[in-house]
């Protein structure tokens, strides 16, 4: 780990932009309150796994405990197969699903309240999809993202679709968008403004591109200007596999009156303009396919690294071209930065649980490792954060749930009986689980 050799002066110029970051880290949700049941992203209203709004007092009102006989109001056996997290608007639930040869893909929707599958939809047939050569991921994979009226489901290139949530009519389709996923997609879509946002790091081609939301057509795309090192003589990769592949969804920040689109690909991580695609600063490393998603607070960038290289970096967002030697103003490496789950930030701390099970606190102004305690399993789901406590799941069917506090505290550990790989959503009190095999709602009875 490296800290900021000045702790002291980080924490005077956090003071100085303190209340402009605030106001920022959560991008636009300020000027239009999402209600407390919907979750309309993958991390939540604010797509950074809160499911509170900055500064708010209102408690959740979240079980802490539950099993497959305690506090469950309802659980769904699931269609087909995937990894996509719920989300959830006007007490509907989407989530994805794919046959398991990849062949068909599919959008599914639940009633929130009874748990009743109000929709199974084939969206897409995919004559020959590439095996995935793992056991880890699926054909569906990326999360739904929904506006009022609109579910936007995405399967990387195997196609990306608009949906009409009052009809289930698909208003447009997109299946031209070519990238050799190798281990299949994993990047969510974003929405931003009229934009729909997509990733491609593949094998072969590695790019962004935005969609008119309301159309599908192409607005821009940005190849990535990441420098590769794994060039033969003819200029040519020697190897074809995982190094040059991302599954990173990206963000949209505010800062100094602008915005930026903050997107990670294989050995570098970008900053573009959202509205036009061209690229402000990069970083550069030795990572590759890296899957968290970044954050944003206190004037800084989180960003994760990868496999082969992981750490965690805070970055200052204010420079230009490759800022790799200027801008990174601390990292955190080792066995507890995670590969695939997200970190979430709570006010001025980052916690995080890796893939082997190591969960940590770290101080997000200074890169302090603050805790770090095993709680055991292996994770690929992200943690979120709601009434001052963190909540995770393990691939094993494990739910902890902690004190999101500068000291460990362990209030619960919950098992189901199978295990998760999606991310957790939340609405009014309950939590939906979606576990290998089935679709919980977590709801206290009290």
């Known amino acids: 780990m490296r800290r900021c050799s000045q702790v002291s002066l980080i924490r005077s110029w956090w003071s100085a932009v303190a209340f402009v970051a605030l106001t920022m880290m959560y991008g636009t949700a300020l000027a239009s309150e999402c209600p407390m049941t919907d979750w309309p ?23 802490v405990t539950w099993s497959e006989t305690e506090n469950i109001a309802w659980k769904t056996a699931l269609p087909n197969e995937g990894h996509s997290s719920p989300v959830i608007m006007d007490g509907l639930l989407w989530l994805t699903a794919a046959t398991p040869d990849g062949r068909e893909s599919y959008v599914v929707c639940v009633d929130i ?29 990326p999360s739904p993202v929904l506006e009022p009226g609109r579910v936007y489901v995405h399967f990387g290139s195997y196609g990306t679709a608009c949906l009409d949530t009052a009809t289930n009519e698909v208003l447009w389709t997109r299946r031209d968008l070519p990238c050799r996923h190798y281990r299949g997609p994993g990047s969510s879509p974003l929405l931003y403004e009229n934009l729909l946002i997509l990733s491609f790091d593949g094998v072969d081609q590695q790019y962004v591109a ?29 190897n074809e596999g995982d190094l040059r ?78 800022v790799t030697e ?6 955190v490496r080792g066995r507890i930065v995670p590969e695939q789950p997200s970190p979430v930030l709570v006010d001025d701390l980052i916690f995080m649980v890796s893939n082997s099970g190591i969960a940590s606190c770290i101080d997000a102004l200074t890169g302090e490792v603050l805790w770090r305690e095993r709680i055991g399993g292996n994770y690929m789901a992200s943690p979120i954060h709601a009434d001052g406590r963190i909540y995770v799941s393990s691939m094993q069917g494990t739910s902890t749930v902690m004190r999101a506090g500068r000291t460990f505290e362990l209030l619960a550990s919950n098992h189901l009986e199978s295990g998760c ?21 977590i709801e206290s009875k009290e």
């Open 326 to 331: 200027t801008h990174v103003v601390w990292r």
């Open 41 to 63: 992203d993958y991390r939540g209203p604010w797509k950074n796994g809160n499911a509170q709004p900055p500064g708010s007092t209102e408690m959740r009102g979240l079980p």
């Open 113 to 141: 309240e009874t748990g009743r599958i109000l929709l199974n939809k084939r969206l897409f047939q995919t004559e020959n999809p590439e095996p995935l050569g793992n056991n880890i991921n699926g054909y569906a994979s």
């Open 245 to 322: 592949k991302a599954f990173c969804t990206p963000i949209v920040i505010e800062w100094a009156g602008g915005k930026q689109l903050i997107s990670l690909g294989a050995k570098a991580g970008f900053a573009y303009d959202p509205c036009t695609g061209a690229e402000i600063w990069k970083t550069s490393h030795a990572g590759h396919s890296s899957s968290p998603r970044p954050l944003f607070g206190h004037g800084l960038v989180y960003v994760t690294t990868g496999h082969n290289q992981t750490e965690l970096w805070a970055i200052r967002p204010d420079g230009e071209g490759d």
């Open 421 to 441: 790989l999606a991310s957790p959503a939340v609405s009014g009190k309950a939590l939906f689980l979606r576990s290998k095999t089935h679709l919980y709602r």
């Open 210 to 238: 935005a969609l008119d939301k309301t159309t599908g057509e192409t607005v821009w795309r940005t190849d990535r200007s990441t420098v590769w090192d794994d060039l033969d003589e003819d200029g040519l990769p020697r």
